[in-house]
Nanobody, 124 residues
Framework: HVQLVESGGGSVQAGGNLTLSCATP????????MGWFRQSSGKKREGVAS???????TYAEFVQGRFTISRDSARNILSLQMNDLKPEDSAMYYC???????????????????WGQGTQVTVS
């Protein structure tokens, strides 16, 4: 079982920045992807960003140019740098770990088997 632990959420004003981190004690196998998803009240969970083990990433259109996903495989940490935050970015953010070979990242949630408990981001 892979345990994912998110941190870094909080409350910021519009235009502010936050960095989310996701730690896992277990190594993600080579070739697998990791990702960030979010879910706000009354809405479906949506993919935000994903990265493979060569740092090739894919982003949702609504965060393009504002968010950056990165992966430190040596320390088993997945990060999401969020800049120029908007009120519509408010949500619970989850990190996720994939279970098969993946190239370039994927925002298709069924690909992911392991999920963290989430960290809340509120933008006012």
């Amino acid at each position: 079982h892979v345990q994912l632990v998110e941190s870094g959420g909080g409350s910021v004003q519009a235009g502010g920045n936050l960095t989310l981190s996701c730690a896992t004690p277990a190594l993600t196998p080579s070739g697998y992807c990791m990702g960030w998803f979010r879910q706000s009240s009354g809405k479906k969970r949506e993919g935000v960003a994903s990265v493979d083990d060569s740092e090739r990433a894919t982003y949702a259109e609504f965060v393009q140019g504002r968010f950056t996903i990165s992966r430190d495989s040596a320390r088993n940490i997945l990060s999401l740098q969020m800049n120029d935050l908007k009120p519509e970015d408010s949500a619970m953010y989850y990190c996720a770990d994939g279970v098969s070979e993946c190239y370039g990242g994927t925002l298709w949630s069924p690909y992911y088997k392991y999920w963290g408990q989430g960290t809340q981001v509120t933008v006012s």
